[in-house]
C-alpha cells in the first residue's frame, strides 16, 4: 500500500467514524487501546483527551464571556453618565450654563484630561473660560473641520497638527488622542486624552453621538 493510499484510508475511516459516534461504545476495549497525542506526554486514552478538550473550550468560553460582562458592565456606566448629562443639561437656565455643564461633566464624569469647546456664536458670561472659544462658523480657521463638520459624526484618534493646534493651542503637546464630536450649526467639542490608545479609529462612538445630540438639543432653547 503506498502513503498515499494509506492517507486516504485514514481519512475514510475517520469520516466513519464521524458518522458513527457511538461505534466506540459497542468497542470499549478499542477505544482503551487508541494512542491520541498530547502534548505533556506521548500518549493518553481518547475519555482523558476528550475531558481535556472540552477544559480547553470550557477555559475559553469563560474568558469570552468574562469580557462579554466586562463589556456590558462598561456599556451601562457609560448609559447612566450620558443619561445624568442629558439631564444636567435640560436643567441650565441659560446658554453659557449649558455648555459650562457640558464640559465639566466631559472633565469630571467622562475623564477627560483636556476638554475643548468651540461655539459658533458668541456666549455671554464666558469670557474667561479656557477650554472655550467663539469662532463663527464660515471663519477660515475652521476649514480643516469642514469635512468633519459636513459628515457630522464623532471622530476618535490622533488629530493633526493643525487641528490639534485649533483645539488645544499651547497644551496641544499634551494630547496624544482625542475624541471629535462635530455639531452642525452649533460647534465642536473635543475631549483630548494623555493616552495615545485611550480614543482610536474604530472605537464605538454611539454614546459619544449620544452626548452631541443632547448637547444640541440643550443648545437650541437659546437660540435667538
Known amino acids: 500500500m503506498t502513503d498515499q493510499q494509506g492517507r486516504q484510508g485514514a481519512h475514510e475511516v475517520a469520516a466513519w467514524l464521524r458518522r458513527h459516534p457511538e461505534f466506540l461504545k459497542q468497542f470499549p476495549d478499542l477505544a482503551l487501546s487508541l494512542v491520541v497525542p498530547r502534548e505533556d506526554g506521548p500518549a493518553a486514552s481518547l475519555a482523558s483527551y476528550q475531558l481535556e478538550v472540552l477544559r480547553d473550550k470550557n477555559r475559553e468560553l469563560s474568558r469570552r464571556l468574562a469580557e462579554l460582562s466586562a463589556t456590558a458592565l462598561g456599556n451601562e456606566r457609560l448609559a447612566v453618565r450620558t443619561h445624568q448629562l442629558t439631564l444636567a443639561l435640560m436643567r441650565q437656565d441659560s446658554l453659557a450654563a449649558t455648555l459650562q455643564a457640558m464640559a465639566a461633566s466631559l472633565a469630571e464624569d467622562f475623564d477627560g484630561d483636556l476638554v475643548r469647546i468651540i461655539a459658533f456664536r458668541p456666549v455671554d458670561g464666558l469670557d474667561d473660560a479656557e477650554w472655550l472659544r467663539v469662532i463663527a462658523e464660515d471663519a477660515p ?62 472605537m464605538g462612538t454611539l454614546f459619544l453621538r449620544m452626548m452631541g445630540e443632547a448637547l444640541v438639543a440643550a443648545v437650541e432653547r437659546f437660540a435667538d
Open 141 to 202: 480657521e475652521l476649514s480643516a473641520f469642514r469635512d468633519a463638520l459636513a459628515a457630522g459624526e464623532p471622530l476618535c484618534g490622533r488629530l493633526q497638527a493643525d487641528k490639534n493646534a485649533l483645539l488645544y493651542g499651547e497644551r496641544q503637546d499634551e494630547v496624544q488622542s482625542s475624541a471629535l464630536l462635530p455639531l452642525a450649526g452649533t460647534g465642536l467639542v473635543a475631549v483630548g486624552s494623555h493616552d495615545p490608545n485611550r480614543f482610536y479609529p474604530g
